[in-house]
C-alpha cells in the first residue's frame, strides 16, 4: 500500500488554526453567564397586606450582587438591604407594627422593567408583590 504525503501550505494550517479559534471562542461565550440585569432605579410597588393593597416608591441601588435602598411608605422612609441572584431579587426592610419592630421580605423575579413574586410577613404569611420601573426622568 502506499501512503502518499501531502504537506500542508502555510495557508490551510492558517485556516485550520482560524477555524480552532472560533470554534474555541463559541464554547467559551456558550458557558460564559450572562450578566444579571440591573435592578437600580426607582420602581412603582404594590403588595397585598391583610388590611387590604399598599402602593409604595422604592429606590434600588446595586453594587456587584448587593442591594440597597429605600422603601417610601406613607408613613416615612425604611433602609432595605438584599441580594440579586440571576433574575431573583430579594429583600427585606423593617417596619413598625403595633409598636415593634416588623422585618418584610420580598422574593421576586424580575423580567426588564417589571418585577413580581411575593412578601413574607416575618415568616407569618405570604402575599402578593409587584412593581414597575418608573422611565428615568428625560433631560430638559
Do not use: C
Not at 415593634?100 to 412578601?119: C, N
Amino acid at each position: 500500500m502506499n501512503v502518499v504525503y501531502t504537506p500542508q501550505t502555510h495557508s490551510t494550517r492558517s485556516f485550520t488554526v482560524k477555524r480552532l479559534l472560533i470554534a474555541a471562542a463559541l464554547v467559551f461565550a456558550a458557558s460564559t453567564p450572562v450578566a444579571a440585569q440591573s435592578v437600580a432605579g426607582t420602581w412603582n410597588a404594590t403588595m397585598t397586606t391583610p388590611g387590604g393593597t399598599s402602593d409604595f416608591k422604592i429606590l434600588l441601588r446595586t453594587s456587584g450582587d448587593s442591594v440597597s435602598g429605600t422603601v417610601f411608605r406613607q408613613t416615612g422612609e425604611v433602609p432595605l438591604r438584599g441580594f440579586m441572584k440571576g433574575d431573583s431579587l430579594h429583600f427585606t426592610y423593617t417596619i413598625v407594627y403595633g409598636e415593634q419592630p416588623f422585618p418584610l421580605t420580598i422574593h421576586v423575579k424580575v423580567t426588564g422593567d417589571a418585577m413580581s413574586g411575593v412578601v413574607d410577613f416575618d415568616g407569618k404569611a405570604e402575599e402578593p408583590f409587584s412593581a414597575k420601573r418608573q422611565p428615568a426622568a428625560k433631560p430638559d
